[in-house]
C-alpha cells in the first residue's frame, strides 16, 4: 500500500513569511497526526485528527498555527507568519481504527522547514 | 504528566560490540511503548514494541522487554553492525494514540 504522502521535502522561508505544508495518509486511515521534530529532539504532537474532527490540539500555538483536515481526508498545517524557533522537520502520520495506532500507525518522510 | 527519558548520545560502539540504550518513562496507566529508528536521510520506521508488562519487544536482532516496576524499556542488541547507525527513539503512547518521545540517541557503529 503507499504510505503517507507529504510535500513539500523542503522549505525555506524568510520570518514572518507564510508557509503551508500538506499531507495524504494512507487510504482508509480515519486518524492524523502532525508532529514537530527540531533538531536534537524527539518529535512532538502538535494536533491530532479523527476524521476531520480535532482530538488533541493542546501543544499547537495557536497564534501563528492552524491545520485542516476538510472531508477526513489529506491536511494542510499553516505557519503564517513564521519564526526562527519554527524551524523543524514536520512529520505527518496516520493511524487506524483510534487509539490502536501500534498496527497501522505511519510516518511521512516529513517536510523539512528552515526560517531564515 | 507523560514522559520519555533516554540515555544521552552519541554512543559509538565497534562493529559486534554489545548494544544498550536505556529508555525509562513516567505515565498515567500502563502504555503501551515503542523503539523507533531513523536512519541518515529517512523517516521514522518502527523498530519494535509492547504492549503490556513483561512483554518482549524484538525486531532485526534489536530486543526490549516491558519492565512495570523499573518503568523501564531499555533497548539491546548482542551484535551491532555499521549499518545499526541511526538515533533511536523510545516513546509511549497514550490511549488517544498520542505517540511522547523521548529526545532521541544517536548509535555510531565504526567498523
Known amino acids: 500500500e503507499a504510505g503517507v504522502a507529504q510535500s513539500p521535502r523542503y522549505k525555506i522561508i524568510e520570518k514572518r513569511q507564510s508557509v503551508a505544508f500538506w499531507c495524504n495518509p494512507i487510504s482508509g486511515h480515519a486518524t492524523l497526526y502532525w508532529y514537530q521534530q527540531i533538531l536534537g529532539q524527539g518529535p512532538k504532537l502538535l494536533i491530532q485528527f479523527q476524521n476531520n474532527g480535532v482530538v488533541d490540539d493542546s501543544q499547537l500555538p495557536k497564534d501563528r498555527f492552524s491545520a485542516e483536515r476538510l472531508k477526513g481526508v489529506d491536511s494542510t498545517l499553516k505557519i503564517q507568519p513564521a519564526k526562527l524557533e519554527d524551524s523543524a522537520v514536520y512529520l505527518c502520520a496516520s493511524s487506524s481504527p483510534l487509539g490502536e495506532g501500534s498496527y497501522g500507525y505511519t510516518f511521512g518522510s516529513g517536510t523539512r522547514l528552515t526560517v531564515v | 504528566g507523560n514522559s520519555v527519558t533516554q540515555m544521552e548520545g552519541p554512543v559509538t560502539l565497534s562493529e559486534e560490540a554489545f548494544l544498550t540504550i536505556n529508555c525509562t518513562y513516567t505515565?498515567?496507566?500502563?502504555?503501551?511503548l515503542f523503539w523507533y529508528v531513523q536512519y541518515p536521510g529517512e523517516g521514522l520506521q518502527l523498530l519494535l514494541k509492547a504492549t503490556k508488562a513483561d512483554d518482549k519487544g524484538s525486531n532485526k536482532g534489536f530486543e526490549a522487554t516491558y519492565r512495570k516496576e523499573t518503568t523501564s524499556f531499555h533497548l539491546e542488541k548482542g551484535s551491532v553492525q555499521v549499518s545499526d547507525s541511526a538515533v533511536y527513539f523510545c516513546?509511549?503512547?497514550?490511549?488517544?494514540?498520542?505517540?511522547?518521545f523521548g529526545q532521541g540517541t544517536t548509535l555510531q557503529v565504526k567498523p
Open positions: 505515565a498515567t496507566g500502563y502504555p503501551s
Open positions: 516513546a509511549l503512547m497514550k490511549t488517544t494514540g498520542k505517540l511522547i
